[in-house]
Every structure is written in structure tokens, then in C-alpha cells.
């Protein structure tokens, strides 16, 4: 049986790409991980992987847009390819509009880290196909720029599209904003639902031992 393919894109500055490349192994993938200057990728799926591109300092992937690695995932993503994007990979596919809104700084304007429940909105995609409608996991989150905005008639599109994917929440599902994101959400796909974004990182949730293996789950439906 063919393994399903999956490049990692290292910028200066990106620190998940290891635990990015184990999580995909644990569910039987080929992986490779691509130094951002490669302007050829061959995969099935790309991952923009979390981390702190350089160029941040001015905002978010606001530099890294220009690598050309980042030109091939745009290739990867016309032709029809699988994208995701774990926390500064969301922000860089914000950044070249391959998904729509923009991030900003946290509310309260600081880093957060820790583990965060997350309501699933649609699985009506293959990121979130071993998942159901409304189950509640709990995925780690590191950032400080993850207060997702979009405006009134993009977010009205998002949600026509069942593009939304996941929102904050506590253990009851409740909605709870770590960082004053609109609506709460945490993930989004495009409209062609190939195109994955999230500001949680699941592939730090990958090992019940750990304390959670939802992360492992999510990912999982990505490769079968």
C-alpha cells in the first residue's frame, strides 16, 4: 500500500516541526521535512507547521509568505492538494489569502500556553471526518497571536460554507475565548475544505500516555 506523502515546511524559527513529523510516522506516513528556500514539494499533504517565523517582530508570516516554499504550497493548494496549517502555519495561510480572515494579537496581548477543549463545528471535511459534530477534545495551545477576526460578511460566508471547523470551550462545550478570537474560533478550512487551518497544536496531543491522543485523531483523518 502506497504511504501517503506529507512535507513539512521548516522556516528559521519553526520548533513543532519534529513532533509535527512524529505524529504523521505514528499514523503511517512517508514524511519529509522541506527547508523553506525548496520551490519544488512533492506530497499528498503539506503542513505549515507551528513556531515563530522570522520577520514576526513586523506581524505574523508576514515575511515567511515570500519563501518559496510557500509559493509551492500555493501550487500544491490550486491543484487540488491538501494544506494544513498548525498555529503560525494558520497565520501564513491567512497571510496569502489560501484562507480567509486575519490574525491579531491575543486580547490580552500575551503569550498563552496550555491545554484548551475545542468544540467541533463541522466535520464535514476530511480533517475532521473520525470526529462528531459537537464532541468536545482537548488540544494544547501556544501562541500570541491567535485572535482570529473576520468580517461580518466573511464570517457569514465561513458559516454558509461549513467552513468554521472548531471553537474554544471548556469541558462542557461551553464557549470559553482564550484569546478574544471572533465567534471563538480555533479552525477553518476554504471552500474547496482541502485548505486546514488551526491555532491549536494537535500533533502535541498524540499519546494517551500523555494525557490526550484527540490530536492524533484529528490528524488521523487527513491520511485515511
Request: glycine fraction near 8%; charge should be neutral.
Amino acid at each position: 500500500e502506497q504511504k501517503m506523502k506529507v512535507a513539512i515546511v521548516l522556516f528559521p524559527g519553526t520548533n513543532c516541526e519534529q513532533d509535527t513529523k512524529y505524529a504523521f510516522e505514528l499514523l503511517g506516513c512517508q514524511t519529509q521535512i522541506i527547508w523553506h528556500k525548496e520551490s519544488e514539494i512533492n506530497a499528498d499533504l503539506i503542513v505549515l507547521p507551528g513556531g515563530f517565523s522570522y520577520g514576526d517582530y513586523l506581524r505574523t508570516a508576514a515575511i515567511a509568505k515570500f519563501s518559496p516554499a510557500m509559493n509551492a504550497a500555493r501550487k500544491h493548494a490550486q491543484k487540488g492538494g491538501y494544506v494544513l496549517g498548525i498555529c503560525n502555519g494558520f497565520q501564513m495561510l491567512c497571510e496569502l489569502k489560501l484562507l480567509a480572515g486575519a490574525m491579531r494579537r491575543n486580547e490580552n496581548l500575551s503569550f498563552i500556553s496550555k491545554y484548551h477543549h475545542l468544540k467541533v463545528v463541522s466535520n464535514a471535511n476530511k480533517f475532521l471526518s473520525n470526529l462528531s459534530v459537537g464532541e468536545v477534545v482537548n488540544i494544547p495551545i501556544a501562541h500570541g497571536e491567535g485572535n482570529f477576526y473576520a468580517s461580518d460578511d466573511t464570517l457569514k460566508s465561513l458559516y454558509d460554507n461549513d467552513q468554521v471547523l472548531l471553537k474554544y470551550c471548556d469541558a462542557n462545550g461551553a464557549p470559553l475565548n482564550p484569546n478574544g478570537s471572533v465567534d471563538a474560533i480555533a479552525g477553518i478550512c476554504d471552500k474547496s475544505k482541502k485548505i486546514f487551518g488551526l491555532m491549536p497544536h494537535p500533533e502535541r496531543a498524540c499519546e494517551k500516555f500523555l494525557g490526550t491522543d484527540d490530536g492524533l485523531r484529528m490528524l488521523k483523518g487527513l491520511v485515511c
